[in-house]
C-alpha cells in the first residue's frame, strides 16, 4: 500500500519521480522520499509528511544532474512514520538504495543474522534488512543479487533497487504487491501503478508474481526467481491521464461520486441482451460446472465486504444455493469446508488485496472453483482466479472507495442473475424484468446525485454531533454498514452499522438526543419492520433520517427524508448507497477534512 516510482532515461529525473509520487499519494502518504545515482555518487532526500514537505527540501538541495532514480510514499507498517523510517533506505556503504511496498515477514530473522555478522541498523523497517541484505552481495549483479534475496525473503513485496556503480540501471521485484513497467523513447519508468508515468507514455509491462524486471533506458528485461529470461507482455493504457484530474470537482472523491452513473452504464454495457438476458461472455466457466455447484463463499475485506453481504442475498433469493460471506483475513484461519463443487467469489477493488489474495489461494489449493471480481484489468485476483469480472468502474483516485463499490453491487447482481439462468431457479421472464430495472440504474443514480445540495444543507446542522447509527434490514443492511464506514473513514466520527432489529438487544442504550440516526428502507418486505425500529430510535431521543423509495408512506418517524427512485428489492442497494456516500462527504468537509486522503488509511491494502 505504498507507492514507488523509478525513472531512467534523458528527462530531469526529479522533474520525473516528484510527480510520480503526488499521482501515488493515495497509496500513502505518512512520509515520502526519492534516491537520485550520479554515477559517482548517491543523494538520497526523505521527509516525514506529505509529498509537499520533500518538494520543499529537493528544491532546497538541488539541481541534481541524475542518471536515474527511485522514489516512495509510504503507509507505514514497521516503524513509526517518520523521517528515519521513510524510504529510500541505503546498505552500510551507501552503494545500494531500495524502496518497497509490502512486508518482510521473516525479517526479524533475517536481520538477527545481518547483526551477528556486525551489521548496524538506522531505521525500524523491514527494508532496511533488504538493502543490507544486497549491499552483501556487492560481487554480483544487481539483478542477481536482488533475485538472491528474494529468495531468502518471506511475505508479500515489490522492490525498486538501485546501485550507484550500474547508474543506467533500476531492479525491481514482485510477490504479492503490483509493478509495472511505463516504455518510452530511450527512457522507462517503474511503478506500482500506472497514474505515476500516464503523462509521459501509455505504454507498459506488468510485472507478475515472481518476476525480477531490469530496467534500463533502453530495454526491459524480465527473469523469474530461477534465473530464465522471460518475454515481456505488452500492453497499452486505455484511459487518458485527465482520467485522474479532478475535472471541476473540489476533489477526487466527489468528481467519483458523480461519475457513478457512467460507472455503472459501462458496467453493464455488453452484459444483457435487448431480450433481457445476462451474458457474461467473459465468465468462461462451463455451465455444466456452475449447475453443479452447492455452496458459495464470498470473500472480501471493508467495503468490499459490504458487497460481498449484498451478494449473498442476491445469490440466495435468486438462485437457492446456500452462501456463506467471509471477511477475507479471518477465512483461512476457521478451517471452511471448501471442495470441488465449491464456488468462491472473490472481490478487491484493486484485485491486489492481500488478504483476499491468500483466502482464494487458500480456496484454490481446497479444490474451489474461483471467480475474481475486480476493477484493475490483469490484477493479481484476476490472474489467480479461474475466471474474473472486472466492475469497470475507471481509475478511482480517492481512498474511500465509491464508484467502485456501486459497480460491484452491480457485478455481484449480474452474476447472481446469470447463475439463476443457468440454475434455472428463476423463470426467463423474471430475468428480463429485473434485467430492464438494472438498465433504469445510471438514470436513477443521476437523479440522487441532483439532490447533493439538499444533503449538505443537512449535514451543515451536524457540525458537533459525534454519534450516528446507520440501520437497514435485508438488503438495506450492507447499505447502512458501507454508509457508517464511509463516514467512519473521512469524517472520524463514531458512526455504527446494524441490522435495524439488532439495536434491542444492546445498542440502543447509546441512542439518546443528539445521536444521528439513519435509516435505509427500500427493502419492501422489510419496510414497515425497518419504520417500526426507527421509531424505537425516535422514542429515545434519536434525530430520525430516513433513505426512503418515491411514493412510499413513512409517516412522521423522520424528521428528513432523502428519496431515491422506487425499484425491486436488492437493486435498489445501488442507489440507495449514493445519498449515504453524499451525506459522509458533506459531513467530512463541514468539519475541514480532507476527505481523499483519510487519516492512517491507504487506497490498496497490500499487507496482511
Same mark, same amino acid.
Given at each position: ?6 525513472y ?10 516528484l510527480?510520480?509520487l503526488?499521482?501515488?499519494?493515495y497509496r500513502?502518504?505518512?512520509s ?6 550520479m554515477? &559517482?555518487?548517491? +543523494?538520497?532526500?526523505?521527509? !516525514?509528511g506529505? *509529498?509537499? #514537505? =520533500?518538494?520543499? %527540501?529537493?528544491?532546497? /538541495? ?11 510514499t509510504?503507509?507505514?507498517?514497521h ?6 523510517n ?7 556503504s ?17 536481520k ?5 555478522e556486525?551489521?548496524?541498523?538506522? &531505521?525500524?523497517? +523491514?527494508?532496511?534488512v533488504? !538493502?543490507?541484505? *544486497?549491499? #552483501? =552481495?556487492?560481487? %554480483?549483479?544487481?539483478? /542477481?543479487a ?6 531468502q ?5 515489490a522492490?525498486?533497487?538501485?546501485r550507484?556503480?550500474?547508474p543506467e ?13 511505463g ?16 503523462e ?8 507478475d +508474481?515472481?518476476?525480477i524486471v ?12 530461477e ?26 472523491m ?13 458496467t ?7 431480450t433481457?438476458?445476462v ?21 472480501a ?6 458487497a ?34 465449491t464456488?468462491v ?11 483476499t489474495?491468500?483466502a ?8 474451489a ?5 475486480s ?5 493479481a ?6 475466471a ?15 464508484k ?6 452491480v457485478?455481484?447482481q449480474?452474476l447472481?442473475?446469470?447463475?439463476a ?28 446525485l ?15 454531533v459525534?454519534?450516528?447509527?446507520f ?14 464506514l464511509?463516514l ?20 440502543i ?22 419504520l ?17 423509495e ?6 412522521e418517524?423522520?424528521?428528513?427524508v432523502?428519496?431515491?427512485p422506487s425499484?425491486?428489492?436488492l ?27 483519510p ?6 491494502v497490500t499487507?496482511?
Amino acid at each position: 500500500m505504498c507507492g514507488i516510482v523509478g525513472y531512467v532515461g534523458e528527462r530531469p529525473v526529479v522533474d520525473v519521480l516528484l510527480p510520480g509520487l503526488s499521482h501515488l499519494e493515495y497509496r500513502g502518504y505518512d512520509s515520502a522520499g526519492i534516491a537520485l545515482n550520479m554515477g &559517482s555518487s548517491m +543523494d538520497v532526500m526523505k521527509r !516525514a509528511g506529505r *509529498i509537499a #514537505e =520533500l518538494e520543499s %527540501l529537493v528544491e532546497s /538541495e538541488g539541481p541534481f544532474d541524475a542518471i536515474s532514480g527511485i522514489g516512495h510514499t509510504r503507509w507505514a507498517t514497521h516503524g513509526a512514520p517518520n523521517t528515519v523510517n521513510a524510504h529510500p533506505h541505503v546498505d552500510p556503504s551507501g552503494d545500494v538504495v531500495v524502496v518497497h511496498n509490502g512486508i518482510v515477514e521473516n525479517w526479524v530473522e533475517l536481520k538477527r543474522k545481518l547483526e551477528e555478522e556486525g551489521h548496524r541498523f538506522v &531505521s525500524d523497517t +523491514d527494508t532496511e534488512v533488504v !538493502a543490507h541484505m *544486497i549491499g #552483501e =552481495l556487492a560481487d %554480483l549483479p544487481l539483478v /542477481e543479487a536482488v533475485r538472491q534475496v528474494m529468495n531468502q525473503a518471506d511475505g508479500a513485496l515489490a522492490l525498486a533497487v538501485m546501485r550507484r556503480s550500474e547508474p543506467e540501471l533500476i531492479v525491481g521485484a514482485r510477490r504479492g504487491s503490483p509493478l509495472v513497467v511505463g516504455r518510452g523513447d530511450n527512457e522507462n519508468f517503474l511503478a506500482s501503478d500506472i497514474p505515476a508515468f500516464l503523462e509521459h507514455t501509455r505504454e507498459m509491462v506488468i510485472i507478475d +508474481d515472481e518476476r525480477i524486471v531490469e530496467v534500463r533506458p533502453s530495454s526491459v528485461r524480465i527473469i523469474d526467481l530461477e534465473g530464465n529470461e522471460i518475454e515481456p507482455e505488452h500492453r497499452k493504457v486505455e484511459w487518458d491521464f485527465e482520467a485522474a484530474e479532478k475535472g471541476g470537482f473540489p476533489t477526487f472523491m466527489l468528481k467519483e461520486i458523480h461519475e457513478q452513473p457512467h460507472a455503472v452504464l459501462d458496467t453493464l454495457a455488453g452484459r444483457i441482451t435487448e431480450t433481457g438476458r445476462v451474458v457474461l461472455n467473459e465468465l468462461e466457466m462451463d455451465d455444466k460446472l456452475l449447475r453443479a455447484v452447492d455452496k458459495v463463499f464470498v470473500l472480501a475485506c471493508g467495503t468490499s465486504y459490504h458487497a460481498a453481504m449484498m451478494a449473498k442475498y442476491a445469490i440466495e433469493r435468486w438462485t437457492r444455493l446456500p452462501v456463506e460471506i467471509d471477511i477475507a483475513s479471518e477465512f483461512r484461519y476457521r478451517d471452511p469446508v471448501v471442495d470441488a463443487r465449491t464456488l468462491v467469489i472473490g472481490i478487491s477493488q484493486s484485485g491486489e488485496t492481500i488478504d483476499t489474495l491468500e483466502a482464494v489461494r487458500y480456496a484454490k489449493a481446497q479444490g474451489a472453483n474461483v471467480i475474481g471480481v475486480s476493477n484493475v484489468v490483469d490484477s493479481a485476483l484476476a490472474r489467480e482466479s479461474d475466471a474474473v469480472l472486472y466492475t469497470r468502474a475507471g481509475l478511482e483516485i480517492g481512498v474511500a472507495a465509491t464508484k467502485t463499490f456501486t459497480t460491484q453491487l452491480v457485478v455481484m447482481q449480474l452474476l447472481g442473475l446469470y447463475l439463476a439462468q443457468v440454475r434455472g431457479t428463476l423463470d426467463p421472464g423474471a430475468v428480463e424484468l429485473l434485467v430492464r430495472d438494472l438498465m433504469k440504474l445510471p438514470d436513477q443514480i443521476a437523479d440522487v446525485l441532483s439532490q447533493s445540495d439538499s444533503i449538505a444543507e443537512l449535514t451543515g446542522e451536524w457540525g458537533s454531533v459525534d454519534d450516528y447509527f446507520f440501520l437497514g434490514r435485508s438488503g438495506d443492511f450492507p447499505v447502512a454498514m458501507e454508509g457508517a464506514l464511509k463516514l467512519k473513514e473521512i469524517a472520524y466520527v463514531r458512526a455504527e452499522g446494524y441490522a435495524a432489529g439488532e439495536m434491542k438487544h444492546g445498542p440502543i442504550a447509546l441512542i439518546e438526543d443528539g445521536v444521528v440516526v439513519i435509516g435505509v428502507a427500500t427493502d419492501s418486505h422489510v419496510r414497515a419492520k425497518t419504520l417500526s425500529n426507527m421509531e424505537e430510535m425516535k422514542a429515545r431521543g434519536g434525530t430520525i433520517v430516513l433513505v426512503a423509495e418515491e411514493g412510499d408512506d413513512v409517516g412522521e418517524v423522520a424528521e428528513h427524508v432523502i428519496r431515491v427512485p422506487s425499484g425491486p428489492d436488492l437493486l435498489c442497494t445501488v442507489t440507495a448507497v449514493v445519498p449515504l456516500q453524499l451525506l459522509s462527504y458533506h459531513v467530512a468537509t463541514a468539519r475541514g477534512l480532507d476527505d481523499d486522503k483519510p487519516r492512517n488509511l491507504a487506497k490498496t491494502v497490500t499487507v496482511e
